[in-house]
């Protein structure tokens, strides 16, 4: 039996794409999760490593939705291979249980390591640089611009909380941090 495995990092980003891939690829049954990587506790991969048996095959559409580092994914293609399941990455092929076929995914499974490794590198420094502007606010961005808040706080003067919720659309919450801190 053909099992696929599809994983996102974010609750923001969508399966659909390698969900496609998978069925494409003919899988009988396919796991998904949206579970950060860095995790080895992952719910649905756990689920699906313990369904699978001698002749089965795992299905992964990239090495990084696999595992973390290169060592994790030699163990878990290490114990696959002794119980007889074959792994299937479809960006790369079946990965086959031979000298030739481990040395190719252990060094597969170092560069996107050290792929995943740059990415956090250039991460950080893009951080770092950002950090150094004056206007810099960690977080995500701000839902209103000063001018509609301020005139928010000028409707306040005539209008309840509520009413002024209801005509721009910013929350009670939002409006007391910002009187707070124009005081």
């Not at 990455?89 to 560069?111: C, H, K, W, Y």
């Not at 991460?123 to 640089?129: L, P, V």
């Not at 706080?153 to 929350?171: A, C, F, K, P, W």
């Amino acid at each position: 039996m053909k099992y696929g495995y599809a994983r996102v990092s974010t609750t923001g980003q969508e399966l659909h794409t390698q969900l496609e891939s998978l069925e494409k690829e003919g899988c009988d049954k396919i796991y998904s999760e949206k579970f950060t990587g860095t995790k080895a506790d992952r719910p649905q991969f756990q689920a699906v490593l313990k369904e699978l048996v001698a002749g089965d095959t795992l299905v992964v559409t990239k090495l990084d939705r696999f595992a973390r580092s290169t060592t994790e994914a030699l163990t878990i293609v290490k114990q696959l291979f002794e119980r007889g399941v074959r792994v299937h990455v479809l960006n790369m092929g079946l990965i086959e249980n031979t000298p030739t076929g481990r040395l190719i995914f252990t060094i597969m499974s170092g560069f996107a390591e050290f792929e995943r490794n740059l990415i956090i590198e250039r991460t950080q420094e893009g951080k770092a640089i950002a950090r150094q502007r004056e206007d810099f606010r960690e977080g995500r961005p701000a839902k209103f611009t000063k001018a509609q808040i301020l005139h928010a706080l000028t409707l306040l003067n005539e209008h309840s909380y509520r009413e002024v919720e209801d005509m721009t659309g910013i929350s009670k919450s939002t409006l007391i941090r910002a009187k707070r801190k124009h005081l």
